[in-house]
């Protein structure tokens, strides 16, 4: 039996997480939030009053945390230093100011040589982020790109965010959504990018279930 490495990229709002967990359940394989780990070096920046622009402080806090995936009741969450942060890294202020740690290439080395070890230890994985499949996980054995439109992206968001008492419109969301993508298929160093080998998946159109049996399906002609 080949170990299969899954690298799953794409925008915001894309799907990538729910389908990686629906995935891991079905196929029994750990699933790697990579976004999370750049969310706990922001939250720890905020927490810290570390500047945004303070490369070497934010690879200190990188460097120094201590990040554990744990069973929640969605399946999985973070735990940092200790303290389940689950919820505290998926707020807007987090989520406007992770790209701009997720643009240092100290803190990217940093993350990334952590997400290459915990995808090496584990068996079959499933990682989620924005470059898995062109820096990560160059030979993963199977690489999906997740799209949707920002229409779409935009409206799935929202949705889950008013669930978590967020009141702002749907509006406000794609503004973040798009200023986020902007930043992250620009930076210099591994900008989001579908591998030259990866399969694109417009998610516009289909329902989570029917995205994650066509990745699922995508593995099992591999394993
Ligand atoms: O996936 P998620 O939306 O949680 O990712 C949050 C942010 O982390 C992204 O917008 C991006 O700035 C950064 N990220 C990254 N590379 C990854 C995963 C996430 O730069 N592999």
């Known amino acids: 039996e080949e170990i299969v ?3 799953l990229d794409g925008p915001a709002g894309a799907g990538k997480s729910t389908v990686a967990k629906e995935v891991a359940k079905k196929l029994q394989m750990t699933y790697v939030d990579s976004g999370a780990m750049y969310r706990c070096v922001t939250f720890l920046a905020i927490k810290n009053h570390v500047a945004m622009q303070d490369e070497p402080g934010l690879f200190k806090l990188a460097k120094a945390m201590q ?3 744990i069973p929640s009741e969605h ?3 973070v735990q940092l230093d200790g303290v389940d942060v689950t919820d505290a890294i998926r ?3 987090v989520g406007a100011l992770v790209p701009l740690v997720a643009n240092h290439a100290l803190v990217r080395e940093c993350l990334v040589e952590k997400q290459r070890e915990i995808a090496h230890t584990a068996y079959h994985v499933v990682m989620d982020g924005r470059d898995i499949g062109t820096h990560v ?13 920002l229409d779409v992206r935009a409206k799935r968001r929202h949705e889950e965010l008013v669930r978590q008492g967020f009141t702002g419109t749907v509006s406000d969301v794609m503004k973040l959504l798009h200023e986020r993508d902007e930043i992250d298929g620009r930076r210099e160093i591994a900008p989001m990018r579908p591998a030259s080998d990866a399969v694109i998946l417009d998610t516009s159109c289909l329902a989570i279930h029917e995205v994650t049996a066509m990745v699922v399906s995508l593995c099992q002609a591999r394993m």
């Open 5 to 7: 490495k899954i690298a």
């Open 91 to 93: 707020t807007p202020e």
């Open 137 to 149: 996980l160059p030979d993963a054995t199977v690489k999906v790109y997740l799209t949707a439109t």
């Open 75 to 77: 399946g999985q969450g």
């Open 67 to 69: 990040l554990m995936f």
